[in-house]
């Protein structure tokens, strides 16, 4: 099979790029390679679906801006006949709170989130209290707020991307790369695990948490590695008013989720690798004695819940800087491009990197929003350019 742009991965960052690719009438023939087309194991389904400006690192607020309206008008854009997404799309706001130590950079930060164009609001412990009463404020010296932000279901976020690709003539092949021919300074097939061969012009790695087995295929390395992390669903026995997606600095948050409330605090405490039974091991009572306390000291109500249950995901964690990874990333092969290492931060980046994608692939360089600054580069030249405050 011969296919003008081959991308090696489904998930929501290859669907995304294959939609974009899809969409823009020059691609030609498109085939996206995808082992796990229920995406059972997949990362994207695991994630809590959040999209927030509240960044510091200026690419990756721009980056949310666009997802944000992107989202926003997802369901009606991504609609044709006999289909119909509603990926759930709720702009009910970020908040982030911090200690005396991390106001001053909370502050920095949200000079420049407002600089860009957000709509975002310090508080003081006094405003939180007031405005999110169920909030435990103790420990808090200060708050960023951003009510234009919000989140979205990850797997229909998903399956729309998937599903409109298909529908602008994108290929979808169930099976994993084996391997990667390379004739030159060119990638020219992927050979299959069920040994067929795909012939490409031009090949994007977007296999998530996997993507560093698709660059050693052309002898490259990538500095991500899989970082299980745990969600956890419960019921609180006491009414809390309607809050935003919470976080602080320990990396706890969580957010409304239906009746009760979902969430979770990420850890560094378990090995990189891919964990198969995350309900035993390490996680059997990682909530009851980490995440409990940190969600009941924020929301006190919290004291009293009842847990439903526990899933988890893989981010690509990007042990370098944290920050994804886009465009080329061998020196010696000039037709793979990659976007990967996003650290928990896809989903809400998505759509301006599927795009971002597109026009590396079509045009040679970015047309709409330049993240060159995120390139394989600075892993090279070891100059991090990593978030400052709450990731």
């Known amino acids: 099979m011969k296919f003008d742009i081959v991308i090696i991965g489904g998930g929501i960052i290859g669907s995304a790029a294959a939609y974009f690719l899809g969409k823009d009438g ?55 006949p006999d289909y119909q997404p509603d990926i759930g799309f709720r702009r009910q706001g970020y908040l982030f709170v911090v200690g ?4 001053v950079t909370l502050e920095e930060n949200h000079k420049r989130q407002t600089t860009m164009g957000a709509r975002a609001e310090l508080m003081d412990v006094a405003v939180l209290g007031e405005k999110f009463p169920s909030l435990g404020v103790s420990d808090v010296a200060l708050g960023c707020y951003s009510p234009d932000d919000g989140w979205i279901d990850p797997y229909s976020a998903l399956q729309g991307f998937r599903r409109n690709a298909e529908h602008h003539g994108v290929t979808y092949i169930k099976s994993r790369v084996a391997s990667l021919g390379v004739t030159g300074r060119a990638v ?42 745990a969600q956890h669903y419960w019921l609180c026995d006491s009414d809390v008013e309607p809050l935003p997606l919470v ?45 409990w306390p940190l969600i009941a000291n924020r929301v006190p109500k919290f004291e009293s819940i009842k847990l ?15 920050n994804m990874i886009i ?15 996003f650290s928990g931060h896809g989903i809400m980046h998505a759509p301006a990197v599927g795009r971002a994608l597109c026009e590396l692939v079509l045009d040679g360089d970015y047309q709409t929003l330049d993240l060159a600054a995120l390139g394989i580069e600075r892993v090279w030249q070891d100059e991090p350019y990593a978030e400052s405050g709450i990731k």
Not at 327 to 341: E, K, P, Q
């Open 26 to 80: 020059r691609a030609g023939d498109i085939a996206v390679i995808e082992p796990d087309p229920t995406y059972t194991v997949a990362t994207t389904p695991q994630g809590a679906g959040g999209v927030r400006q509240l960044f510091s690192v200026p690419e990756n607020i721009a980056m949310s801006q666009f997802s944000l309206g992107f989202y926003e008008n997802f369901d009606g854009e991504m609609t044709f």
């Open 100 to 103: 005396k130590t991390g106001a």
């Open 188 to 229: 020219t097939t992927a050979t299959l695990e069920d040994g067929r061969t795909i012939e490409g012009a031009f090949f994007l790695n977007t296999a998530g948490p996997w993507c560093t087995e698709i660059a050693a295929m052309v002898e490259a390395e990538l500095p991500i590695k899989p970082m299980c992390r």
């Open 247 to 291: 976080k602080d600095e320990t990396g706890m948050f969580f957010r409304p989720e239906g009746a009760g409330f979902a969430g979770g605090c990420p850890t560094f405490d378990i090995e990189p690798g891919f964990v198969q039974d995350v309900d035993r091991g390490f996680f059997a009572n990682y909530f009851e004695e980490t995440v």
């Open 308 to 322: 439903e249950r526990t899933w988890g995901g893989h981010y690509a964690q990007n042990m370098f800087d944290g």
């Open 327 to 341: 465009g080329t990333f061998s020196s010696r092969i000039d037709n793979i491009v990659t976007a990967c290492g």
